[in-house]
């Protein structure tokens, strides 16, 4: 295939072509990458990138919500080396095991807080969040089958929900265009609405109301499904790749009430939002809620290598342990020594760094009072962060808070912006997110609000030569 991308260096090209040619990439229109060519990130340091033109680019998306202590962090390749000069593999499917899995579980189990008969002592390990997500599934329907109750089949989750791409990632998901294509979701899998404020709140209706009412679309659905039949509800706690969507303080308290009513497991999905993204260790502290199992990915090694994984709470272990016998479930690089180690080695720098604490003391604050003055742009309606992730939402009226409908490129007309600019900042329909690595400075911070003000006002005057303000 031809790339048709001419003012690019020629080595540049070279590696475009043989892209399209070669590799099928995740998400993609190939026909499209094919005619623009794909950038090409070549290396990083801190907070930046650097594309194979030499453009640096401040990266406030830490990868894909990955990279929490930066980039350019020595000591996770000097772990990486020399654990694999030590072991560089062997699995633990047949009694066997290895140190660093073995540590890492225990630090996991020390690092989670406290949640009462669901304390986390156990860890379940994969290479990612999707995979995390089928072993949850597997282990939630063997734990009903091993108390005599297979009957509990159904998972309730969420439209607009990210939980993965594997065939129970996508369907616990609700992305309405992953289930659109090779017939999702699976059986037994169902959806409610999302606790989006913004967009499915009542005219009037105050946020506490209505996390109270956006819960409560959880106890209709396991009424209609019969509460004997419901084995667990999925959730992320604040909505990541649907665009950060920070649910109500009553939401969380009222779907515990409801979960605790009907004796339904809660899985708290936090491949996002643990490792301090949210200025806690694990998310289910900062909104107060247990779970009784826990779904982590990428930040747990800062995204330096691959490695997922589910803390077990008690009260599922307990049954899988004592009454399972052999469970027919595991990956090949379930506890890869070289990802543990790595990951010991990400969480020490965290601990070091108190990096959790940061986010919740410092850098926190700090952004959200930022994104109070950029919610002041006339092209924003919302603007709202928690710990060290934020969203914002672009209208067509400020007064009104009129979206742009039809218009949705907006988002990627900004995107766009925000690249030409030297900014990495995600598109989500009209929602422009960020999840920033949690190392960065007060200026770097500055730097970045500056970045999107100036993307803003140029997407702002882009719209309005289009007509599309109202
Ligand atoms: C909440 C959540 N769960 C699961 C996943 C899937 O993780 P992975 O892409 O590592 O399979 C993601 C990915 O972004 C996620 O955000």
Same mark, same amino acid.
């Given at each position: ?136 599934? /597997?282990? =939630?329907?063997? @734990?009903?089958? *091993? %108390? ?9 989750? !969420? $439209? ?96 515990? /009430?409801? =979960?605790?009513? @009907?004796?339904? *497991? %809660? ?9 301090? !993204? $949210? ?192």
């Amino acid at each position: 295939m031809t790339v048709l991308v001419s003012n690019m260096t020629a080595a540049t090209r070279e590696i475009q072509a043989l892209d399209s040619a070669h590799f099928m990439h995740p998400f993609t229109d190939h026909g499209d990458l094919a005619t623009r060519g794909s950038r090409v990130i070549t290396k990083s340091e801190d907070i930046y990138i650097w594309d194979s033109e030499g453009k640096k680019l401040l990266d406030a998306m830490s990868g894909l919500w990955c990279v929490n202590v930066g980039y350019g962090r020595k000591e996770l390749a000097d772990a990486a080396y020399q654990q694999m000069m030590k072991l560089p593999f062997y699995n633990s499917f047949f009694q066997t095991t290895n140190v660093p899995a073995v540590q890492l579980a225990a630090k996991l189990a020390e690092l989670a807080p406290d949640a009462g008969e669901r304390s986390f002592q156990h860890v379940f390990y994969s290479s990612s969040g999707s995979e995390s997500n089928d072993s949850n599934v /597997r282990m =939630v329907r063997r @734990y009903w089958d *091993l %108390l005599d109750q297979p009957q509990r089949k159904v998972i309730i989750s !969420r $439209l607009n929900a990210y939980h993965g791409s594997t065939m129970a990632g996508a369907s616990l998901g609700g992305m309405s265009g992953m289930h659109a294509q090779g017939d999702l979701p699976i059986p037994n899998i169902t959806h409610i609405e999302q606790p989006y404020f913004f967009e499915n709140a009542l005219p009037g209706e105050s946020s506490d109301d209505f996390g109270l009412r956006a819960a409560g679309w959880l106890e209709t659905k396991i009424l209609e499904i019969g509460a004997n039949k419901v084995a667990a509800f999925i959730a992320e706690p604040v909505q990541g790749a649907g665009g950060v969507i920070i649910p109500p303080a009553t939401y969380w308290p009222e779907i515990q /009430r409801i =979960v605790d009513k @009907y004796g339904i *497991l %809660l899985i708290s999905d936090e491949v996002i939002c643990a490792f301090g !993204r $949210l200025g806690h260790w694990f998310a289910y502290e900062k909104f107060g809620y247990k779970p009784d199992l826990v779904t982590f990915a990428k930040a747990v090694t800062s995204g330096y290598i691959p490695l997922g994984g589910v803390l077990v709470g008690n009260r599922v272990a307990t049954v899988l342990i004592e009454k399972g016998g052999e469970f027919n479930h595991g990956y090949t690089y379930s506890g890869h020594p070289v990802a543990c180690a790595v990951a010991l080695a990400n969480l020490e720098i965290m601990e070091r760094e108190q990096l959790p604490q940061r986010v919740h003391d410092d850098i926190g604050p700090y952004l959200a009072q930022k994104f109070e003055e950029i919610s002041e742009h006339p092209l924003v309606g919302v603007a709202e962060t928690c710990g060290f992730m934020a969203g914002l939402v672009l209208v067509k009226n400020k007064a009104t808070r009129q979206r742009f409908g039809e218009n949705l490129s907006v988002g990627m007309i900004c995107r766009g912006h925000c690249f030409k600019n030297g900014l990495i900042m995600r598109a989500v329909g009209d929602r422009m997110i960020i999840a920033p690595p949690l190392t960065m400075t007060h200026a770097q911070i500055d730097e970045m609000v500056a970045l999107i003000a100036q993307c803003l006002d140029l997407t702002y005057e882009e719209v309005k030569t289009k007509g599309w303000l109202a």
